[in-house]
């Protein structure tokens, strides 16, 4: 499994840009972690908007139209 780091920029599958700002343990399971990311973009709820994922899930792939691929892709450390 890869290494995410806070500061690292992250593009989702569907073209968006992101900022990791937290890295932390899921307080309900502490053997699960999760990443905290911000959005590098303006949308309807303004800029900055907070997402919370899964470690698992944010390292995962995406299956579109039979082609597999991830569903975040670093693109600046």
């Known amino acids: ?41 303006n949308s309807e709820f303004g800029f900055g908007q907070i997402w919370i994922r899964t470690l698992e899930e944010f390292l995962g792939i995406k299956e579109i139209e039979g082609q597999k691929i991830p569903r975040f892709e670093l693109i600046e450390n």
């Not at 073209?15 to 905290?36: F, H, S, T």
């Open 1 to 41: 499994m890869k290494e995410i780091k806070i500061g690292q920029k992250y593009r989702h599958f569907k073209g968006k840009d992101y900022e990791i700002i937290a890295l932390a343990r899921n307080c309900e399971d502490p053997d699960q972690k999760i990443v905290v990311y911000k959005a590098l973009y």
